[in-house]
T-cell receptor, first 116, second 117 residues
Framework: DAGVIQSPRHEVTEMGQEVTLRCKPI?????LFWYRQTMMRGLELLIY????????DSGMPEDRFSAKMPNASFSTLKIQPSEPRDSAVYFC??????????????FGPGTRLTVL | AQTVTQSQPEMSVQEAETVTLSCTYD???????LFWYKQPPSRQMILVIR??????QNATENRFSVNFQKAAKSFSLKISDSQLGDAAMYFC??????????????FGQGTELSVKP
């Protein structure tokens, strides 16, 4: 299996521009998570999906952030408009359900976003 | 709400020696998972080891083992025979057991481990 795939690996943009991060989960996984990593706040969950449906978006910082999962093999995280404080590494992770619990989360390589 | 605390921002170990990274957590749940993830300079998050709270036996994976103390809410990682490739940031993470809790991970602040040749 190719693992979780994220694109782009690096993104540099200017303040006010729209940014779209992409994720392809591991085939067969029905949970998808978006995390953000910063020096100040560490690793924090932004949103997660189950069977393509957003379940908990309480970690999304503000309305400038939106996430979609149009099908089981693709998800996007969009920031519009972007701000310098959005600079961070964004991780996508996926897992599957096993009985009453969910299995281990597998992470993608991350997207390093820099907003100038 | 659950919290995870790693009180050692940095640790150093001599190659071939043993090092222990500390982690404490707070929860009111009785069933949960605990994890150690490794993040090398490549940024990739790599699962090192996981522990189910209902299991009394400590998990082991080759040179990596944990000391899980449920009553004390402590979950330390021991790395034996340290290798240069073990140098990385290590994160302790908590996850609720039930799928309807989403399985989201709650991470500690991380411990930067350096290995001296």
């Amino acid at each position: 299996d190719a693992g979780v795939i994220q694109s782009p690996r690096h993104e540099v943009t200017e303040m006010g521009q729209e940014v779209t991060l992409r994720c392809k989960p591991i085939s067969g996984h029905d949970y998808l998570f978006w995390y953000r990593q910063t020096m100040m706040r560490g690793l924090e969950l932004l949103i997660y999906f189950n069977n393509n449906v957003p379940i908990d978006d309480s970690g999304m910082p503000e309305d400038r952030f939106s996430a979609k999962m149009p099908n089981a093999s693709f998800s996007t995280l969009k920031i519009q408009p972007s701000e310098p404080r959005d600079s961070a590494v964004y991780f996508c992770a996926s897992s599957s359900r096993t009985g009453r619990t969910t299995d281990t989360q597998y992470f993608g390589p991350g997207t390093r976003l820099t907003v100038l | 709400a659950q919290t995870v605390t790693q009180s050692q921002p940095e640790m150093s170990v001599q190659e071939a020696e043993t090092v222990t990274l500390s982690c404490t957590y707070d929860t009111s749940e009785s069933d949960y998972y605990l994890f150690w993830y490794k993040q090398p300079p490549s940024r990739q998050m790599i699962l090192v080891i996981r522990q189910e709270a209902y299991k009394q036996q400590n998990a082991t994976e080759n040179r990596f083992s944990v000391n899980f103390q449920k009553a004390a809410k402590s979950f330390s990682l021991k790395i034996s025979d340290s290798q240069l490739g073990d140098a990385a940031m290590y994160f302790c993470a908590y996850r609720s057991f039930l799928y309807n809790q989403g399985g989201k991970l709650i991470f500690g602040q991380g411990t930067e481990l350096s290995v001296k040749p």
